[in-house]
């Protein structure tokens, strides 16, 4: 009997080792010939629309500021969840409907962020679960239908860089971003945990508020999203829109989120003071974990 609880003991902590196991996300990076962003148990891995010239009033869209789709993955025991978001243009919608809906991967949201840009573009969210390799698979199939650059890409010729003083921005907002050419960047999580049928669903998969700021001449163009409850969407509108900011979008991105999230999607074009002024008042009314 002691042999066989012994036995029985080290089958299950073999078990629980498996499952406390972190995955190994090399398999997915091989698929898509390029590396990822791991933290903790998600992996996340971007394909910037470095193919597609899009303006807004005037301004060139950087493919860091709006033109970034994004596969991500979530270990869960002995499977993956997958979810992300597919920038498109407009002839590349329903090529990439059908090869989703083809492969099993349901289709989550399809909207805008954007208005008035040139050429028109649309936003695709998606969603599966299974083994992490056979889903990379399938959306490299599917990024396939667009002219997304997958894999390697050439060597840019070296330009200068100019560095960007983001100092007073950071300071309004609160917070530090990441400072990428003439971008800066700021991810910034909701307090509450929020979940998909049950598994928590980190920041690093869109369950961040995500605001983009590039420079563009001696003004900036700001765009990102709002990740928001219900009672907070009219107080970050009325935020925003006093401020001279835009609301360009107000949707969902999931189908089963808890507690329910709405997007609110925004565009302002003004001195960066200006907008980090306006975009601190719509951060004050969420439940973020930004300190006030």
């Known amino acids: ?13 073999s078990c629980l080792l498996v499952i406390g196991q972190t995955q190994n996300w090399s398999e997915v990076e091989k698929v898509f010939e390029k590396k990822g962003t791991v ?5 996340k891995i971007a394909f910037p629309r470095t193919d597609v010239h899009v303006t807004v009033d005037s301004v060139t869209i950087e493919s860091g500021l709006a033109l970034t789709s994004w596969i991500g993955f979530k270990q869960m025991n002995d499977h993956s969840m997958m979810m992300g978001d597919l920038v498109l243009l407009e002839h590349e919608v329903d090529p990439v409907l059908k090869k989703l809906v083809a492969s099993g991967i349901e289709v989550t949201a399809l909207h805008n962020h954007l208005l008035g840009e040139s050429p028109k573009v649309m936003y ?29 890409q050439p060597l840019q010729r070296a330009e200068q860089v ?14 530090t971003g990441q400072h990428k050419g003439p971008l800066i960047q700021f991810s910034i999580p909701r307090a509450e945990t929020i979940t998909e049928h049950g598994a928590e669903i980190p920041a690093l998969l869109g369950m961040a508020t995500a605001i983009n700021i590039q420079k563009a001449g001696e ?9 928001l409850l219900a009672d907070e969407v009219n107080p970050v509108v009325k935020a925003l829109t006093e401020h001279g900011i835009a609301v360009t979008a107000i949707h969902n991105h999931m189908l089963y989120d808890s507690p329910r999230l709405f997007m609110v999607h925004f565009w302002g074009y003004d001195q960066p003071e200006n907008l980090a002024r306006g975009l601190k008042a719509a951060l004050d009314k969420t439940n973020s974990t ?3």
Not at 39 to 43: I, L, P, Q, T, V
Not at 140 to 147: D, H, I, N, P
């Open 1 to 13: 009997m002691k042999r066989v609880m012994v036995l029985t003991a080290l089958v299950l902590s």
């Open 39 to 43: 933290k903790g148990d998600a992996f």
């Open 290 to 292: 930004l300190k006030k």
């Open 219 to 227: 003004k900036a163009a700001t765009t990102g999203d709002f990740v």
């Open 124 to 152: 695709l969210h998606f969603g599966g679960s299974g083994d992490a390799t056979q889903l990379a698979q399938k959306m490299k199939e599917v990024l396939s239908r667009t002219g997304t650059p997958i894999g390697p």
């Open 162 to 175: 100019v560095e960007i003083d983001w100092s007073t921005v950071e300071t309004q907002l609160g917070h």
